[in-house]
T-cell receptor
Framework: NAGVTQTPKFQVLKTGQSMTLQCAQD?????MSWYRQDPGMGLRLIHY???????DQGEVPNGYNVSRSTTEDFPLRLLSAAPSQTSVYFC???????????FGSGTRLTVV | KNEVEQSPQNLTAQEGEFITINCSYS?????LHWLQQHPGGGIVSLFM???GKKKHGRLIATINIQEKHSSLHITASHPRDSAVYIC???????????FGEGTQLTVNP
């Protein structure tokens, strides 16, 4: 089924560990983005990409890296995990930033 | 002050009631989105609109660009409508989404 696939669904990390959250879409969407969702704060943009080879920072980019080598994939890297990065992470894609969005099912990350 | 504000934050209704969730925004937008998130679940796009009104089943979304306000209505509410409803806008200054904090809706049988 066409859509946005996020892996893993759940992850527990120790402080200081690094990991990559994977996001892939098969709809040939140019626009992809990563958000974190925290209680009482709504969804906040971490990084986004308007096409392969192009990325930019969102509202809360510190501690995260992204790259976009292909149209399909947009991985999010945590360089050195901190407890403040405990959150639910969503990836989303869109034909363009002005079109409708498709969201992945989310990754629940706990940093201890 | 948030750029996108929703009201109410929490809403409890009895099955069959007509429900309205409101969204106000303070920036110029090219589109407004209504999203639905079930407990522990993913996020589903319900509507994207830039003017007027859209209807899908029991859901109706309206937008007033001049007043910078949108409403999401649910007719004949059902317990399965219980979810968080999120308003988001695509700003004209860029292609990024800005979100409201969401409205937690609980529909009791």
């Amino acid at each position: 089924n066409a859509g946005v696939t996020q892996t893993p669904k759940f992850q527990v990390l120790k402080t200081g560990q690094s990991m990559t959250l994977q996001c892939a879409q098969d709809m040939n969407h140019e626009y992809m983005s990563w958000y974190r969702q925290d209680p009482g704060m709504g969804l906040r943009l971490i990084h986004y990409s308007v096409g392969a080879g192009i990325t930019d920072q969102g509202e809360v980019p510190n501690g995260y890296n992204v790259s976009r080598s292909t149209t399909e994939d947009f991985p999010l890297r945590l360089l050195s995990a901190a407890p403040s990065q405990t959150s639910v992470y969503f990836c989303a894609s869109s034909y363009s930033g002005w079109a409708g969005y498709t969201f992945g099912s989310g990754t629940r990350l706990t940093v201890v | 002050k948030n750029e996108v504000e929703q009201s109410p934050q929490n809403l409890t209704a009895q099955e069959g009631e007509f429900i309205t969730i409101n969204c106000s925004y303070s920036v110029g937008i090219s589109a407004l989105h209504w999203l639905q998130q079930h407990p522990g679940g993913g996020i589903v796009s319900l509507f994207m609109l830039s003017s007027g009104k859209k209807k899908h089943g029991r859901l109706i979304a309206t937008i007033n660009i001049q007043e910078k306000h949108s409403s999401l209505h649910i007719t004949a509410s059902h317990p399965r409508d219980s979810a968080v409803y999120i308003c988001a806008v695509t700003e004209t200054s860029g292609s990024r989404l800005t979100f409201g904090e969401g409205t937690q809706l609980t529909v009791n049988p």
